[in-house]
């Protein structure tokens, strides 16, 4: 595990610290270096681990150096993004889309208590 920023670099041996006992909900971001939209999504990434600091972990999993968690979660294409509560899936979104769209994902899933 390497934590840069507020945007911890995960791997398969910290997955369950990391992700699945972690005591607050997770955004979970499947990506890999050469992919464009993963790219554009990184920066949107660091500025809501900042948001949200305290609230929710941001963790980034390389699928090229992680096939073994790519494949647990059927991640096909990239960057998948998946938000974890309890050890559990609750919300999944697959490609690039606005931060508005990433903070109202994270809103309504700490405002209902999800």
């Given at each position: 595990m390497i934590k840069d920023n507020l945007v911890i670099d995960?791997?398969?041996a910290d997955w369950e610290t990391e992700v699945l006992t972690s005591q607050v909900p997770v955004f979970v971001d499947f990506w890999a270096p050469w992919c464009g939209p993963c790219r554009w999504v990184a920066p949107i990434v660091e500025q809501l681990a900042k948001e949200f600091d305290?609230?929710?972990?941001?963790?980034k999993i390389n699928v090229d150096d992680n096939p073994e968690l790519a494949s647990r979660y059927s991640v096909m294409a990239i960057p998948t993004l998946i938000i974890f509560k309890e050890g559990k899936i609750d919300t999944q979104f697959i490609g690039a889309a606005s931060k508005e769209h990433y903070v109202k994902m994270l809103d309504n899933l700490l405002r209902d208590g999800r």
């Open positions: 995960g791997d398969s305290g609230r929710v972990k941001f963790v």
